[in-house]
C-alpha cells in the first residue's frame, strides 16, 4: 500500500528565508504524481505544487520548488523568501494509479516576522 | 471563476441520528471526490465518481457511510446512525479528467459534531 510520511510535524522559518519540508512515500508503482497542498488556519486546501513521476526536472512555481528524488522516494518542498502568508499546514500526497489521494499527516508551517 | 463549495459548512447532531452533506463542484468537472479529515491528520480518502458513476467505495468506513451523484453534478454524502467517532471534517474535491494531471481542487469542508 502507499504511505506517505511527513517526519516534520512542526517547522518554523523567518521571514524572506528559505525553508524545505520533507516527504517520503512508499510505492511499487512506476508512474505516479505528487503534490503539495497548502491549508491555511480554517481555510481551505490550495494546491501549491505537482510533480509528474516520470518528469526528471523539479516541478517549480515561483517561490515554490520541489527537490525529487525518485529512487529515494523522496518529495521535498522548499519555499524560498517566506511570506508571513505561507504560514499553513502543508500536506504532502501521492495520487494512486486508482485516482484516490495518500495525504501525509501534514507539516505545520510558522514564518516568524 | 466558481470553486467547490459544500452545504452545511458546520453540522451538530446527536449520536444515531442520520446527516447529509452537499457538495456542489466546480463547473464541468467530471470527477468528484470525497474525504475526511480528522484533527492534526491529513485528509482520508472515501470515494469518488466519475460523472455519475461511483468508481471507487472500498475506502468507505463502513455501511453506514454512502454517497450518491445522481445526475453528475452535485453529490451527496450521507452518514446513518452517526457515532461519536465521525466527528471529523469532511471534505469534497472535484477535477476534470483531460490529461494525466487530474489535480483535485478542495471545497471549504462540512465540519461535524456529533454529541
Known amino acids: 500500500a502507499q504511505t506517505v510520511t511527513q517526519s516534520q510535524p512542526e517547522m518554523s522559518v523567518q521571514e524572506a528565508e528559505t525553508v524545505t519540508l520533507s516527504c517520503t512515500y512508499d510505492t511499487s508503482e512506476s508512474d505516479y504524481y505528487l503534490f503539495w497542498y497548502k491549508q491555511p488556519p480554517s481555510r481551505q486546501m490550495i494546491l501549491v505544487i505537482r510533480q509528474e513521476a516520470y518528469k526528471q526536472q523539479n516541478a517549480t512555481e515561483n517561490r515554490f520548488s520541489v527537490n525529487f528524488q525518485k529512487a529515494a522516494k523522496s518529495f521535498s518542498l522548499k519555499i524560498s523568501d517566506s511570506q508571513l502568508g505561507d504560514a499553513a499546514m502543508y500536506f504532502c500526497?501521492?495520487?494512486?494509479?486508482?485516482?484516490?489521494?495518500?495525504f501525509g499527516a501534514g507539516t505545520r508551517l510558522t514564518v516568524k516576522p | 471563476d466558481t470553486g467547490v463549495s459544500q452545504n452545511p459548512r458546520h453540522k451538530i447532531t446527536k449520536r444515531g441520528q442520520n446527516v447529509t452533506f452537499r457538495c456542489d463542484p466546480i463547473s464541468e468537472h467530471n470527477r468528484l471526490y470525497w474525504y475526511r479529515q480528522t484533527l492534526g491528520q491529513g485528509p482520508e480518502f472515501l470515494t469518488y465518481?466519475?460523472?455519475?458513476?461511483?468508481?471507487?467505495k472500498s475506502r468507505l468506513l463502513s455501511d453506514r457511510f454512502s454517497a450518491e451523484r445522481p445526475k453528475g453534478s452535485f453529490s451527496t454524502l450521507e452518514i446513518q446512525r452517526t457515532e461519536q467517532g465521525d466527528s471529523a471534517m469532511y471534505l469534497c474535491?472535484?477535477?476534470?479528467?483531460?490529461?494525466?494531471?487530474?489535480?483535485?481542487?478542495f471545497g471549504p469542508g462540512t465540519r461535524l459534531t456529533v454529541l
Open positions: 500526497a501521492y495520487r494512486t494509479r486508482l485516482n484516490d489521494m495518500r
Open positions: 474535491a472535484s477535477s476534470l479528467l483531460a490529461g494525466p494531471t487530474d489535480t483535485q481542487y
Open positions: 465518481f466519475q460523472n455519475e458513476a461511483q468508481l471507487e
